[in-house]
């Protein structure tokens, strides 16, 4: 069981905005950065968020990142048929020393 | 260009020890960690260690302790995953990729994944 909550699953139609939520506690997301990971199927991990809501170079501004008290969220504007993906939550665990990740949530674009 | 590559899947039998790398290039391999994390089939992704080339610093989550071991050879820029004895729940993707600072869930490259199937 994974310590960061994310709900399995999320759809949303071409156009639409989709959100995804990350429910952690003060020993994560409460007194640490949040980051969010896109994997599409049969590939490896991307970052697609930093800092909470910081874009690397290349991650199209569609995608937004935010964070209050320990939860956090995604938000993908401008719905895609390319965004059909995995998305992952993580933050830095004070109590487990590591890398904690969310259970995931699997977007699927209708 | 920053670049993780890992070795190919392996195929195994429960008992069996194995080894896996990940090559380093394109940047500064003793300045960065280097962490290993687990994806079994269907499931979510797993931070199992980290190790920094720059002074051999390990640690290990809680979980993979003592499960296996994660070292590197700085000298060809190269980090490993090993395992003692493997397991048939050992099965899995396993992904290498760079972390920076330690206390952070900054991971900025990953590795392409080395499948490991362990049957009987």
């Known amino acids: 069981q994974s310590v960061l909550t994310q709900p399995p699953s999320a759809s949303g139609t071409p156009g639409q905005r989709v959100t995804f939520s990350c429910s952690g506690s003060s020993s994560n997301i409460g007194s640490n950065y949040v980051y969010w990971y896109q994997q599409l199927p049969g590939t490896a991990p991307k970052l697609l968020i930093y800092?909470?809501?910081q874009r690397p170079s290349g991650v199209p501004d569609r995608f937004s990142g935010s964070k209050s008290g320990t939860s956090a969220s995604l938000a993908i504007s401008g719905l895609r048929s390319e965004d059909e993906a995995d998305y992952y939550c993580a933050a830095w665990d004070d109590s487990l020393s590591g890398v904690i990740f969310g259970g995931g949530t699997k977007l699927t674009v209708l | 260009e920053v670049q993780l590559v890992q070795s190919g899947a392996e195929v195994k039998k429960p008992g069996e020890s194995l080894k896996i790398s990940c090559k380093g290039s394109g940047y500064s391999f003793t300045n960065y960690w280097i962490a290993w994390v687990r994806q079994m089939p269907g499931k979510g992704l797993e931070w199992m260690g980290i190790?920094?080339?720059?002074?051999?610093?390990?640690r290990y989550s809680p979980s993979f302790q003592g499960q296996v071991t994660i070292s590197a050879d700085k000298s060809i820029n190269a980090a490993y995953l090993q395992w003692s004895s493997l397991k048939a729940s050992d099965t899995a993707m396993y992904y290498c990729?760079?972390?920076?600072?330690?206390?952070?869930?900054?991971?900025?490259?990953w590795g392409q994944g080395t499948l490991v199937t362990v049957s009987s």
């Open positions: 990729a760079r972390q920076s600072p330690l206390w952070s869930g900054y991971i900025d490259y």
């Open positions: 800092r909470n809501n």
């Open positions: 190790f920094y080339p720059g002074d051999s610093d390990t």
